[in-house]
């Protein structure tokens, strides 16, 4: 197993000016395994109740995700409910219920235990911790976070940031982590709290990459339409680590290809509600967009 990603797995329930879709398949590891499945095989570690909806269990293995790490517990999946305005970057959460996630212990089978790459996808940090302590030596780990977890638990967040080398998080969420306002500044006072690389998801502004040597600044794929911004992140994250686990290589120009990668991903995300674009997506439509960013960007 070369990829373990570990996040939650949702049932949402999303409404935008135009239209309402209830009971869809969410959360942080769902986008992210689908997205990392175009280029690897991943496992998964989460928990899901009993309601959640089978036909996506399928389209898990129709993808050749392992999923022996998601456990089924008695009781009703994690629940999320939010609302889009008029700019899809303006989201309120409606309502979440915390269901089978309560009290939920994290335990990796011990087929991913040695794992080249950990992806801590968003979830509490002290579940991050555990995780990793139960990893046996991986090449790399990456995680992502969100403000709720910056305010409610920022020592245990610091403690895991210490431990990893790639982190991702959003331009509002390092300017909690960072009292600055640049952000080419916030990622480098960010490589010296642990991670040798650090991404800034900016939106529909693209991301902004930082280590020690190299900036990298990577636009977002223009899309006319934008019919559920939900998961665009966690595809972000999913496609670039699924390309650095396919190519066994951190080296900078990979770094460079799996952030555009990342971004095709995400783009596709955003098209249609949920999950529902990867259900027809296909590789050659992915390295089709690959050569239109390329063609996007060179000058």
């Avoid at 996630?101 to 940090?125: S, T």
């Avoid at 990893?164 to 500044?185: G, H, T, Y």
Wanted: aromatic share 10%.
């Amino acid at each position: 197993m070369s990829l373990v990603i570990i996040g939650t797995f949702n049932i949402d329930t999303i409404e935008t000016p135009q239209v309402r879709k209830e009971r869809i398949a969410g959360g942080s590891g769902t986008y992210a395994a689908l997205a990392a499945s175009f280029f690897t095989q991943p496992g998964i570690v989460g928990v899901i109740g009993e309601d959640f909806p089978g036909e996506i269990l399928d389209i898990f293995k129709e993808k050749k995700i392992d999923t022996h790490g998601l456990e089924t517990r008695k009781g009703k999946t994690f629940f999320w409910e939010g609302r889009y305005g008029d700019d899809p970057n303006q989201r309120t959460t409606l309502k979440t219920e915390i269901n089978v996630l309560h009290g939920y212990e994290p335990r990796i089978p011990v087929e991913y235990k040695k794992a080249d790459i950990i992806f801590l996808a968003n979830i509490d940090p002290d579940l991050q911790e555990d995780i990793l302590d139960q990893a046996e030596n991986p090449q790399l780990v990456a995680m992502d976070t969100m403000n709720f977890w910056i305010n409610k638990k920022p020592d245990a967040l610091l403690r895991v940031l210490r431990r990893v080398n790639i982190f991702f998080a959003n331009d509002e969420e390092v300017k909690m982590l960072v009292r600055e306002a640049n952000l080419v500044a916030i990622g480098r006072q960010l490589l010296t709290k642990g991670p040798k690389l650090s991404v800034i998801k900016k939106g529909e502004h693209g991301v902004l990459i930082l280590d020690e040597k190299f900036v990298c600044a990577i636009p977002a794929f223009p899309s006319e339409c934008v019919v559920d911004p939900t998961g665009a992140g966690d595809c972000f994250a999913g496609g670039f680590l699924g390309y650095l686990d396919k190519v066994r290589s951190c080296e900078e120009a990979d770094v460079r290809r799996a952030a555009v990668y990342g971004t095709v991903m995400a783009s596709f995300a955003i098209e249609d509600f949920g999950i529902d674009r990867f259900r027809t997506l296909t590789f050659s439509e992915i390295e089709e967009r690959y050569e239109a960013f390329r063609k996007l960007v060179s000058f």
